[in-house]
């Protein structure tokens, strides 16, 4: 595998959970266990309580598309090989709603309202990250 040359996370103490279980594939979401609001992307407090009591579910992987723009040129080096890269806001059924990638898809075929799923891919050793595609 060649090496991955795009910016990468930093994974702190309180997102280890996070990024341990993308690499299983999985995709997290932080519950305040004082107030029940559902947390993404990973904090030490809960922005709405400031509890530091969190928890994690486990997602479905379900998602629909809240919004979207499709780029086609003017991307930094590293990402030129994406291009047309689709970035969207996602929301899961969690009550999340979560900016990404669609991947795997014609842009000319997305809409606002699809239901896509999320997709993993492997970044390095210690970064698996995850993404989302059209449902199949
Ligand atoms: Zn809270």
Same mark, same amino acid.
């Given at each position: 595998m060649s090496e991955y040359k795009k910016p990468l996370p930093q994974v702190e103490p309180y997102s280890q959970a996070f990024w341990d279980a993308t690499k299983q594939n999985k995709l997290l979401i932080q519950v305040c266990g004082e107030c029940d609001s559902r947390i993404f992307? #990973?904090?030490?407090? %809960? #922005?709405? %309580?400031?509890?530091?009591k969190l928890d994690w579910i486990e997602a479905t992987g379900k998602a629909n598309i809240y919004a979207f723009s499709v780029t086609y040129e003017g991307v930094e080096a590293a990402f030129r090989? &994406?291009? #047309?890269i689709v970035l969207a806001w996602v929301d899961l059924p969690e009550g999340i709603r979560m900016q990404t990638n669609i991947i &795997? %898809?014609? #842009?000319? &075929?997305i809409e606002i309202g699809q239901s896509v799923e999320v997709i993993f891919k492997r970044a390095t050793d210690e970064i698996t990250l995850p993404f989302f595609r059209p449902a199949s």
């Open positions: 992307f #990973p904090r030490k407090q %809960c #922005p709405e %309580c400031w509890s530091e090989d &994406d291009l #047309p &795997d %898809c014609d #842009p000319d &075929d």
